[in-house]
């Protein structure tokens, strides 16, 4: 075929002699040396954060925290924790610790790249919080652009994971303080209930015992009027009063010994009744001090919430300087924050929860209260009715002395019937008092009771509602308030490393030079096929295949060099040789192209192009970030699509996309080979500027 022995004589044209042949081998050459440096010198930069130097300054002074569920006291230095975190190597820079004068004069000497200073209340500020005396702690980076620019922006990056480790860590501690209030509240609330349990039971005994004292007052009132009627007939009849005066005598005997057993048994009511007073006055005390954690612990849960609020303030901002450097788009943003507020929303709850809970208990301690006061009044009244009873069995005693007497002698009798018949009256008035007292003491005991019972019902409702967790849940709890949000990484195709990263970007770019320099050497066109009058299309792919093989010896070994020296290896390798190959033979067919066309300017054209696809390909930072006009580009020139395709293709991506960018790159090819066929088939006719050329590279 003519095309093709047109290609084989050019290069026998140019390689004819040493120095072409050693020309050509710098051409190969040049693609392989300008990716594999570059790939090489960028291969993996972060594993070398810790040849940075970064000077530390630690002055704090740290601070003394105190656990709110058992009271004791630790002293804690957050600075120090930070210190051994970053000088562990885990810490990003090579970090050094020195004076802050020391690290100043580091940093503007560029002997540091950054310094970092944590101030001397560092760790009173992150405990001033369970204090109820917030401060918000600081860090203190120091950092120098003239040093370099990227230095300042990874230690930023660093700062900032310190600051998200630390703000985790004391948002975790304040959580499980703040839990911990809860568990002492439940126990304490379940102590309080067990001890309103007995003081139902107690009341309850109080109650019955009561009952049972009506029944007996209600009789013996019964008695004594009773006895003051017959006593009044014993006056009008001396007859008949001697008579009945044997069953009288026995009558007041056991009238006797009842009062008096009545008055024994009721001795030590006074006392019973002053201690159930003094136990429902302690209750209310103890019920006061419940209701006081109550409120602590409203207002703590209160303060989370604005903790919360707060946090969400500063990540606001953060996403928002985020957004502004076009780290993440607004709507990554905006999806962290609804995380944040999906979580505060449960929190928010709790908060509500707990303020129900502490009303319940100051109503709770205003209910034993009154209690209290109830018992109280009971006990005063106790003395009096035990004082009646005493009254009613020494006229018990009267009375059956005074049998005894009738009983002796009916003149006695006779003579004696107005007094017993007046001493009557006062048993019978003082046994009406006491069923009185005892119908007023049965009330108040009943009283008693309901207040009782309704102190333990609202104590069993005020304990269900306050958490009662283990202690895995309470860590797990904390745990989670303090770090509510993680990221988990789902990565569809990897590259490993940056320099992988750059690699599509790096060889498509070396690809276009090689093809560039081809035309140093290799004539677009064979004058001698346009001379002779030739086919434009054959003398077209003869100036085309010569720098195409050629540009086949590049791509094959800087793809070698790439694979086995860089260790870069691509999911599908045979793909990627094949789409370099592709880039490479359509790089040279515009370049022929614009030769053909322009000469020496198209040249400088494609020197030009280069540049341009340089910014508009994508290779380090998304194409969409670059400004107008040159993010329009994008579409239109060929890199973008070599850059695409070798990226799915090096990191396992998708084959359709590679399907497409091949496709374009084919009709760019065939496009780019039917332009110079046209000009080839223009150029059979010399002109004068062709002959003598304005400009000749």
Request: proline share 3%; charged share 15%.
């Amino acid at each position: 075929m003519t095309a093709i022995r047109l290609g084989i004589s050019e290069l026998r044209r140019i390689s004819a002699g040493t120095l072409p042949k050693l020309a050509i081998l710098a051409m190969i050459v040049i693609p392989t040396l300008y990716s594999g440096l570059y790939l090489f010198a960028n291969e993996n930069p972060y594993d070398k954060l810790q040849e940075i130097p970064a000077a530390l300054v630690v002055q704090d002074r740290g601070a003394t925290v105190e656990d709110a569920a058992d009271g004791t006291s630790t002293q804690t230095n957050f600075g120090d924790e930070v210190a051994k975190q970053l000088l562990s190597g885990d810490g990003g820079f090579g970090w050094v610790e020195t004076s802050q004068a020391d690290a100043e004069v580091g940093v503007r000497s560029g002997r540091f790249d950054a310094a970092l200073i944590i101030g001397p209340t560092f760790s009173e500020d992150l405990a001033s919080s369970g204090k109820f005396e917030p401060q918000q702690a600081s860090l203190t980076l120091i950092t120098n652009d003239a040093n370099n620019y990227l230095a300042a922006t990874i230690a930023d990056t660093i700062v900032g994971k310190v600051r998200d480790s630390i703000a985790e860590q004391v948002g975790t501690e304040a959580a499980d303080t703040f839990l911990k209030g809860f568990a002492s509240i439940h126990t304490n609330l379940a102590s309080g209930v067990d001890g309103a349990q007995k003081l139902v039971d107690g009341a309850t005994q109080l109650s019955d015992g009561t009952v049972q004292l009506v029944d007996g007052t209600a009789r013996l009132a019964s008695g004594a009027g009773e006895t003051a009627a017959g006593a009044s007939k014993l006056a009008t009849g001396a007859d008949e009063l001697a008579t009945a005066s044997g069953r009288l005598s026995s009558g007041a005997a056991t009238l006797s010994d009842g009062l008096d057993t009545l008055r024994s048994k009721t001795a030590s009511l006074p006392s019973q009744t002053q201690e159930l007073a003094d136990g429902a006055q302690q209750v209310a005390d103890g019920n006061a001090q419940v209701a006081g954690y109550g409120q602590e612990a409203a207002a703590a849960a209160r303060d989370v919430v604005g903790q919360l609020d707060t946090a969400r303030t500063d990540l606001e901002a953060r996403l928002a300087e985020l957004v502004a450097a076009g780290t993440i788009t607004q709507e990554e943003a905006d999806a962290v924050t609804q995380v944040l507020e999906d979580a505060r929303g449960p929190v928010e709850a709790a908060a509500t929860q707990v303020e129900g809970a502490s009303q319940k208990l100051d109503e709770l301690s205003s209910g034993s209260a009154q209690v209290a006061a109830g018992a109280a009044t009971l006990a005063g009244a106790t003395p009096a009715l035990t004082q009646g009873i005493a009254t009613a069995a020494s006229g018990g005693d009267q009375l059956a002395s005074g049998a005894a007497q009738l009983d002796a002698g009916a003149d006695t009798l006779a003579s004696g019937a107005g007094t017993l018949a007046s001493g009557t009256a006062q048993v019978s008035d003082g046994a009406t008092q006491l069923a009185s007292s005892s119908v007023t003491l049965r009330d108040g005991t009943g009283e008693l009771l309901s207040g009782m019972t309704e102190l333990y019902d609202g104590l069993v409702a005020g304990l269900g509602k306050i958490p009662d967790v283990d202690e895995q849940t309470q860590e797990d709890t904390a745990k989670t308030i303090g770090n509510p949000v993680e990221v988990k990484k789902d990565t569809i195709a990897n590259a490993g490393t940056y320099g992988a990263g750059l690699a599509p970007f790096f060889m498509s770019l070396a690809a276009w030079i090689g093809a560039y320099v081809l035309f140093l050497l290799v004539r677009p066109l064979s004058t001698r096929s346009l001379a002779a009058g030739r086919p434009a299309w054959q003398t077209a792919l003869g100036g085309w295949i010569p720098p195409a093989v050629i540009g086949i010896a590049q791509v094959a070994l800087m793809f070698t060099v790439v694979k086995f020296a860089l260790d870069i290896d691509p999911v599908y390798a045979v793909g990627t040789a094949v789409l370099l190959v592709l880039a490479s033979a359509t790089f040279v067919a515009i370049l022929q192209a614009l030769n053909v066309y322009l000469g020496a300017v198209g040249q400088f054209l494609g020197l030009v192009l280069m540049l341009v696809q340089l910014v508009t390909a994508g290779g380090t930072f998304p194409w969409q970030t670059i400004p107008e006009p040159l993010r329009s580009l994008h579409r239109f020139l060929p890199m973008s699509y070599t850059v695409e395709g070798l990226r799915q293709l090096l990191y396992g991506g998708d084959l359709a996309t590679v399907a497409r960018d091949v496709g374009v790159l084919l009709v760019v090819l065939a496009v780019a080979l039917l332009a110079t066929t046209y000009a080839a088939y223009k150029q059979r006719v010399w002109s004068p500027s062709r002959l003598q050329p304005e400009l000749v590279l």
